[in-house]
Structures are given as structure tokens and as C-alpha cells.
């Protein structure tokens, strides 16, 4: 397993603005991936960030609007740019393991635009 | 698109009752995960199956995975309080493609 955090843990934040979330693990991992869900609701994967190389996003996500960043194996960011009341959600990043793709999740970042 | 198909999406039993949450889908998926989230966290790993039939036990929890790959169910027996929860299936395509979720809840 590994242990994961984040910061900030939640946060309210004006419309037009950017939040940038950082995810930090506890051991060298090669793929970490940024999740959205809505309280109560399923996941959505938003990219996954691998050291070394480009973020690759999923349908309907945008490296404008969702910037990543992975300067190391240990360490990720995901920024919310340009923020609307639409975005507000649960962002959760988390590690992958082994060939069955296993994943654990650090403890997400409530996002509240008003 | 591939699609886990979760039910019931929603359940609230009594202590002591049994349960069965179903995953399905028209994809093979390499192996399935369950993953349960509580309020405020993330989601937890619970097990992985991988083998077509495969029966995978953690405590009063049965997990199996369908003989063709495509479905899986997570039976709690004599459920308990502390088994409320958000319950996700998650099948591997080279990345998870995860189920709409079951909440849980289980009064005393």
C-alpha cells in the first residue's frame, strides 16, 4: 500500500480563479492519477501523470483548463484554472500498483466555486 | 464506452441483515477491484479478483468474480454499522473504469 496526502483538504474559492492541489506519497510510485466525483457519486478520471513524461488526459478534460505537474516520483499537482461553480467536486489523486492496476487514493480536496 | 453497471445504486438495511451488491458489464475486464469509501476519505481498496470464478473472502465479506470476467458481486453477511459506506467495483482495461457506486447504509 502506500500512504498518500493532500493539500488543501478543502477550500472556497472565487469564480475566475485557479487552485493548485498537491499530492505527496510516502514512496516512489511510477503512475499517479487525478480523480473528480461528486459527493456520494463515482469517480472520473481526470488524467494520469507519469514522471518523465506528459500528463494524459481523458475525454473531455483539457491540460488548459487541468494542468498537472509531476516533477518526481513522490509528488504531483493538479491545478484548476479558471474555476466555475461547475467545478466544485471532490479531486482525489492516487497511486497505481502492480499489473491489476490496484489504487490507492489519498484523501481528496472538497473544491467549492462560488 | 465501457460501462459498470452498479445496483442498487442505494440500501439501507438493518444490523444483522444480509446483502448482495452486483457489478455487471458487457466488457471482459482483466481483474476487478472493490473499493469502499467513507465520508471525508478516500476510497480503500477491499480485494482483487482476477481468475473467471474466483471467491474471495475478507471477514463477513464474500466478493466472486463472474466465470466469463465480465460481472462481480460483494456479499456482506450479518451486516454491521460499521459497514456503512460508499461501495465502488472497479474493472481493469488498462486503466479502472469504476461502477456507479452503492451507498450503504446500515442502521443499528
Known amino acids: 500500500s502506500a500512504v498518500i496526502s493532500q493539500k488543501p483538504s478543502r477550500d472556497i474559492c472565487q469564480r475566475g480563479t485557479s487552485l493548485t492541489i498537491q499530492c505527496q506519497v510516502d514512496s516512489q510510485v511510477t503512475m499517479m492519477f487525478w480523480y473528480r466525483q461528486q459527493p456520494g457519486q463515482s469517480l472520473t478520471l481526470i488524467a494520469t501523470a507519469n514522471q518523465g513524461s506528459e500528463a494524459t488526459y481523458e475525454s473531455g478534460f483539457v491540460i488548459d483548463k487541468f494542468p498537472i505537474s509531476r516533477p518526481n516520483l513522490t509528488f504531483s499537482t493538479l491545478t484548476v484554472s479558471n474555476m466555475s461553480p461547475e467545478d466544485s467536486s471532490i479531486y482525489l489523486c492516487?497511486?497505481?500498483?502492480?499489473?491489476?492496476?490496484?489504487?490507492?487514493f489519498g484523501p481528496g480536496t472538497r473544491l467549492t466555486v462560488t | 464506452t465501457q460501462l459498470l453497471e452498479q445496483s442498487p445504486q442505494f440500501l439501507s438495511i438493518q444490523e444483522g441483515e444480509n446483502l448482495t451488491v452486483y457489478c455487471n458489464s458487457s466488457?471482459?475486464?482483466?481483474?476487478l477491484q472493490w473499493y469502499r469509501q467513507e465520508p471525508g476519505e478516500g476510497p480503500v481498496l477491499l480485494v482483487t479478483?482476477?481468475?473467471?470464478?474466483e471467491v474471495k473472502k475478507l471477514k463477513r465479506l464474500t466478493f466472486q468474480f463472474g466465470d466469463a470476467r465480465k460481472d462481480s458481486s460483494l456479499h456482506i453477511t450479518a451486516a454491521q454499522p460499521g459497514d456503512t459506506g460508499l461501495y465502488l467495483c472497479?474493472?481493469?482495461?488498462?486503466?479502472?473504469?469504476f461502477g456507479q457506486g452503492t451507498t450503504l447504509q446500515v442502521k443499528p
Open positions: 472497479a474493472g481493469n482495461t488498462g486503466k479502472l473504469i
Open positions: 479478483v482476477v481468475t473467471g470464478g
Open positions: 466488457s471482459v475486464f482483466s481483474s
Open positions: 492516487s497511486v497505481g500498483r502492480g499489473g491489476s492496476y490496484e489504487q490507492y
